[in-house]
């Protein structure tokens, strides 16, 4: 069985500063669960906006370290994820998969929490 290579991305272009359009196409990444292309997406837009020495140094993590964690076997935490995404001048955000809010449910032990004061 043939292993396909992995697939480079290439994020759209944009001017300095305008970052809309790549949020955009990671967001859509997400969207369809296209965690590895994300990483990828981030190399790539690292490496387009100063390298990934600078936006290490601006996350606050080592070179070496962010080079393995947007590699195709990085394996990020959350934390990180977030600290690169600030570094670029984006953040993650949430929202219901269908659009509508959901109804919470009771806590495990079938109690309901009175509201905080």
Do not use: C, H, W
């Amino acid at each position: 069985m043939r292993r396909e290579p992995p697939r480079r991305f290439e994020s759209p272009p944009f001017a300095p500063g305008e970052l809309e359009p790549i949020a955009r196409v990671l967001d859509a990444l997400l969207e369809l669960g296209q965690e590895a292309e994300v990483l990828d997406g981030l190399r790539d837009l690292a490496r387009r906006t100063g390298g990934v020495g600078r936006i290490a140094e601006a996350a606050g993590l080592n070179r070496t370290f962010l080079y393995k964690m947007l590699s195709p076997a990085g394996n990020p935490e959350m934390r990180t994820v977030a600290l690169v995404l600030r570094a670029l001048g984006l953040r993650l955000g949430i929202r219901p998969l269908d659009g509508r809010a959901r109804p919470s449910r009771a806590p495990r032990n079938g109690r309901r929490r009175s509201p905080r004061r």
